[in-house]
């Protein structure tokens, strides 16, 4: 079965510290990778994909994830964190055998 | 372009009335999904429309939810009769090409059924 585990509920970090958001999948043929971000009272916003080509992916405000085909992750991070980063992330995957599934969330804390 | 459009943005209403969730996407989109999200289930795809055609609405919950996309810039959700259960946000999404490329969200539709 297809599947998506983002297995922290909750990631605290501190202002300037690096962040990692974990994300590990489970789908039959190649997937395609995305990560969502969401503010309270607001829908869901692209921040970046893999599809294929280089593992490291760059995307909206400063964060990059790595595709790791291995070990089936896909993890968000940012060298620095801002208080502004505060919010939910969700990650989410797609392959041909499925049609596209989120992560249940995990919510990211900066503090000053 | 404004993005994709939900109306309304709150809506409450009386277990056993009708709601109707309305849908504007992206100009040029051809790809439209209607999610739910809840602190229990998170976010759960309820259809896909691609060219106005549902693709997939294995994710409705039962008949009592219904959608439709009569042309490539409107659509709506149907929920009849509403049951309390069904309180949740309601999101609409568009992309430019299917499940591959990147979805934008519309701020959602907050139903409360009482």
């Known amino acids: 079965a297809q599947s998506v585990a983002q297995p922290e509920d909750q990631v605290n970090v501190a202002e300037g510290n690096p962040l990692t958001v974990k994300c590990t999948y489970s789908?039959?043929?190649?997937?395609?990778l995305f990560w969502y971000v969401q503010y309270p009272n607001r829908g869901l916003q692209f921040l970046l994909k893999?599809?294929?080509?280089?593992?490291l992916v760059k995307g909206s405000y400063g964060f990059e994830a790595e595709f790791n085909k291995s070990q089936t992750s896909f993890h968000l991070k940012k060298p620095s964190a801002l208080v502004s980063d505060s919010a939910l992330y969700f990650c989410a995957v797609y392959s041909s055998a499925s049609k596209i599934i989120f992560g249940s969330g995990t919510r990211l804390s900066i503090r000053p | 372009d404004a993005g994709v459009i939900q109306s309304p943005r709150h809506e409450v209403t009386e277990m056993g009335q009708e709601v109707t969730l309305r849908c504007k996407p992206i100009s040029g989109h051809n790809s439209l999904f209607w999610y739910r999200q809840t602190m229990m289930r998170g976010l759960e795809l309820l259809i896909y429309f691609n060219n106005n055609v549902p693709i997939d609405d294995s994710g409705m919950p039962e008949d009592r939810f219904s959608a439709k996309m009569p042309n490539a810039s409107f659509s709506t959700l149907k929920i009849q009769p509403s049951e309390p259960r069904d309180s949740a946000v309601y999101f609409c999404a568009s992309s430019f090409r299917g499940w591959n490329t990147e979805a934008f969200f519309g701020q959602g539709t907050r139903l409360t059924v009482v």
């Open positions: 893999y599809i294929t080509g280089d593992n």
């Open positions: 789908v039959s043929g190649n997937p395609y």
